[in-house]
């Protein structure tokens, strides 16, 4: 890029600089995870889990119940984290490891993933292990965990009202989160979903009997493509994509947080949304594994 401008000297300082900035990134890593080891259940590295319960949330997602093999507590973690997961793969020889945000409250003695099914047909494609979790992990089955990570979370501690806005499975770090926070019977929630249709709706009846019987939270769901069974009004109130400027009475709180999970181009759009909407930046949080590509111009 700087051609003939990069000379000798420059090359060695950027050099210097990338490793400087490594080193600092792997400490900050390092400490989190010693803070994980300090804690009650912490620990580190792998550790054996029991699949205790799988449950089926969707045509296309499963809920996979993981309790300690060793029966001791396990660490406390942060609603919207997420645990790595490593699932051994004997056509190929060898551990695939991957991340999956927790979908429950914290609990002390176990976690629960839920896990979308993606077109995982060969190991070359990038569905294959959450294609094995669902075909061949049954209930008794030992899969290997590291502890909860992840800087997206919510602030157990406010008190003010928390939108909670989720495309696909993104919803299952977010429904983390209103676990957490329903208990408090006083606090405005607002969960907005996106789905194809009821088929793919993840957690559809629990998140209709916690609006039915919570106070102060309120379901807004929108489909883009409903099936023929699925009923307006009742499995979901609005067609097409999520669109926030549609529902900006029922979003728009004083004081709330927002918080976003979905694929990449979903929460770019509901970010740049808030803001027309004239949500301030610091109140809007998101999710994204690797690079934000939402700097990305």
């Known amino acids: 890029m700087l051609g003939d401008a990069a000379t000798d000297g420059i090359i060695g300082a950027w050099a210097e600089a990338y490793g400087e900035l490594a080193n600092t990134l792997i400490g900050m890593e390092a400490e989190l995870y010693r803070e994980v080891l300090a804690e009650e259940g912490g620990w580190d590295g792998w550790r054996d889990f029991v699949v205790r319960d799988r449950q089926p949330e969707s045509e296309i997602v499963t809920s996979f119940v993981l309790h300690p093999l060793d029966g001791q507590p396990v660490a406390a973690f942060k609603p919207g984290q997420y645990i790595s997961v490593a ?76 939108v909670l806005i989720s495309g696909g499975v993104g919803l299952t770090p977010l429904v983390s989160m209103l676990n957490t926070v329903l208990p408090d019977r006083q606090r405005e929630i607002v969960f907005v979903h996106g789905a194809r249709h009821g088929g793919v709706h993840a957690m559809k009846d629990y998140l209709q009997h916690a609006t039915a019987t919570h106070p102060r939270l309120t379901s807004v769901v929108f489909y883009d493509a409903p099936l023929a069974s699925d009923i307006a009004g009742e499995d979901y109130d609005h067609v097409g994509l999520v669109d926030l400027q549609r529902i900006a009475d029922a979003v728009l709180l004083p004081d709330a947080d927002y918080y976003i999970c979905g694929p990449i181009p979903f929460m770019r759009l509901q970010h740049d949304a808030l803001l027309e909407l004239g949500v301030k930046e610091s109140r809007i949080h998101y999710e994204v594994f690797g690079p934000d590509l939402f700097d990305a111009d």
């Not at 979308?116 to 959450?130: L, M």
């Open 87 to 162: 699932v051994d793969v004997p056509r190929l020889n060898l551990r695939q490891i991957r991340q999956y945000s927790l979908s429950d409250a914290p609990n002390g003695s176990s976690y629960r993933i839920s896990v979308k099914r993606e077109s995982g047909g060969s190991p070359e494609t990038d569905g294959y292990v959450s294609t094995l979790l669902h075909d061949t992990v049954k209930v008794g089955d030992v899969i290997k965990v590291r502890p909860p990570f992840g800087d997206f979370y919510i602030d157990v501690n406010a008190t003010t009202p928390v």
